[in-house]
């Protein structure tokens, strides 16, 4: 082949290599167009489940330590019916907002392994809201 273009007019010499020159081109756009999709697969994919499960997570965590420190001030044999009434009201304000975020968490899809944690999960969690008195929920 090459030894054909030596027989070609530098004008059809020139068309030969822009034709080459826009295959090579095209064959780049291609590969990048392919890369940036699947990049912003990945991305969208991480933002959506990934980041959206850690802050389901995160809230759940939260209402825990809310639930954990309100129990704790329950113990204090000084606290006032009305202060009580205060910390049993966050204690359900916790559990609800547990609750959603469980709900949130559980429609995401997960890899296997995300799956045994959440049952994991999910025992020692119903565990400790069974330990919860029932006043507060």
Same mark, same amino acid.
Request: charged content about 25%; aromatic content about 8%.
């Given at each position: 082949?090459?030894f054909?273009?030596?027989?070609?007019?530098?004008?059809?010499?020139?068309?030969?290599?822009?034709?080459?020159?826009?295959?090579?081109?095209?064959?780049?756009?291609?590969?990048?167009?392919?890369?940036?999709?699947?990049?912003?697969?990945?991305?969208?994919?991480?933002?959506?489940?990934?980041?959206?499960?850690? +802050?389901?997570? #995160?809230?759940?965590?939260? !209402? @825990?330590?809310?639930?954990?420190l %309100?129990?704790?001030?329950?113990?204090?044999? $000084?606290?006032?019916?009305?202060? +009580?009434?205060? #910390?049993y009201?966050v204690? !359900? @304000?916790?559990?609800?907002?547990? %609750?959603?975020?469980?709900?949130?968490?559980? $429609?995401?899809?997960?890899?296997? +392994?995300?799956?045994?944690?959440?049952?994991?999960?999910?025992?020692?969690?119903?565990?400790?809201?069974?330990?919860?008195?029932?006043?507060?929920?």
């Amino acid at each position: 082949m090459v030894f054909r273009l030596f027989g070609l007019s530098l004008k059809e010499r020139l068309l030969a290599a822009f034709l080459a020159v826009a295959v090579v081109t095209l064959l780049v756009a291609g590969i990048g167009y392919y890369a940036l999709e699947h990049a912003r697969r990945a991305i969208r994919e991480a933002d959506y489940v990934r980041l959206s499960s850690a +802050r389901s997570m #995160l809230v759940i965590s939260e !209402a @825990q330590t809310t639930i954990k420190l %309100a129990q704790r001030l329950l113990a204090n044999d $000084r606290l006032t019916a009305e202060n +009580r009434q205060e #910390l049993y009201d966050v204690i !359900a @304000q916790c559990w609800k907002r547990a %609750a959603e975020a469980w709900a949130t968490y559980q $429609r995401l899809p997960k890899t296997k +392994r995300e799956t045994q944690l959440a049952n994991q999960f999910l025992v020692v969690w119903s565990e400790s809201r069974s330990k919860t008195p029932k006043s507060s929920l």
